[in-house]
């Protein structure tokens, strides 16, 4: 007797029938899978770390990572942060507000261009980066905690090329210029 099909309401069901739909179009199920697993991966971390260690704190993961990107950076400008964390301008002013309103962040006048300013952590937020580290630290602990260190490595560095690849191919879109700084090219009425 041959084993049912598992219920489509199930993720692997509805990723390998989709996958099966690419790869009859053309498309490599291989690639879909892998960026399928790689997407829910990382949700799948990141709200295990939020529910366990940030919104206890009352942060966001996108707040975390802008504080701790702070603390160990020094003080930066809103689009070093942006380009940084690979997030929008208009989020990382949104998350800047949020951060700035909790009295985490501050910001300054850049000292040499009057238009720019410097998002620096106060004090509460450098006592909230101290005070979070050691449960975030604790949290990455337990979701790799059955990874041997070659396979740590191994996803390590495979997540650093899909990074630099996304990046090298984003930085032509109008979005990635604005956040990187650059001027978006509106159409003109001709």
């Given at each position: 007797?041959?084993?049912?099909?598992?219920?489509?309401?199930?993720?692997?069901?509805?990723?390998?029938?989709?996958?099966?739909?690419?790869?009859?179009?053309?498309?490599?199920?291989?690639?879909?899978?892998?960026?399928?697993?790689?997407?829910?991966?990382?949700?799948g971390?990141?709200?295990?770390?939020?529910?366990?260690?940030?919104?206890p704190?009352?942060?966001?993961?996108?707040?975390?990572?802008?504080?701790?990107?702070?603390?160990?950076?020094?003080?930066?400008?809103?689009?070093?942060?942006?380009?940084?964390?690979?997030?929008?301008?208009?989020?990382i002013?949104?998350?800047?507000?949020?951060?700035?309103?909790?009295?985490?962040?501050?910001?300054?006048?850049?000292?040499?261009?009057?238009?720019?300013?410097?998002?620096?952590?106060?004090?509460?937020?450098?006592?909230?980066?101290?005070?979070?580290?050691?449960?975030?630290?604790?949290?990455?602990?337990?979701?790799?905690?059955?990874?041997?260190?070659?396979?740590?490595?191994?996803?390590?560095?495979?997540?650093?090329?899909?990074?630099?690849?996304?990046?090298?191919?984003?930085?032509?879109?109008?979005?990635?210029?604005?956040?990187?700084?650059?001027?978006?090219?509106?159409?003109?009425?001709?």
């Open positions: 007797m041959a084993n049912p099909e598992p219920h489509p309401s199930s993720y692997l069901a509805i990723r390998e029938s989709y996958a099966r739909e690419l790869g009859k179009q053309g498309g490599n199920p291989d690639v879909f899978r892998a960026y399928a697993e790689l997407i829910l991966a990382a949700q971390g990141l709200a295990y770390i939020e529910e366990r260690v940030l919104r704190e009352g942060l966001s993961p996108t707040g975390w990572r802008l504080l701790i990107s702070i603390a160990v950076g020094g003080p930066t400008e809103p689009h070093s942060l942006s380009n940084l964390l690979f997030i929008s301008r208009a989020t002013v949104t998350v800047v507000n949020t951060l700035e309103a909790a009295g985490w962040v501050q910001r300054h006048p850049h000292p040499t261009d009057g238009r720019r300013v410097i998002v620096d952590l106060t004090a509460s937020g450098r006592e909230l980066v101290a005070r979070v580290q050691g449960p975030y630290i604790q949290a990455q602990g337990d979701l790799f905690g059955g990874f041997t260190p070659r396979q740590l490595v191994s996803l390590a560095t495979m997540c650093q090329q899909f990074t630099g690849r996304a990046r090298a191919l984003s930085q032509g879109l109008p979005n990635r210029r604005r956040a990187a700084g650059g001027r978006s090219k509106r159409a003109r009425p001709e």
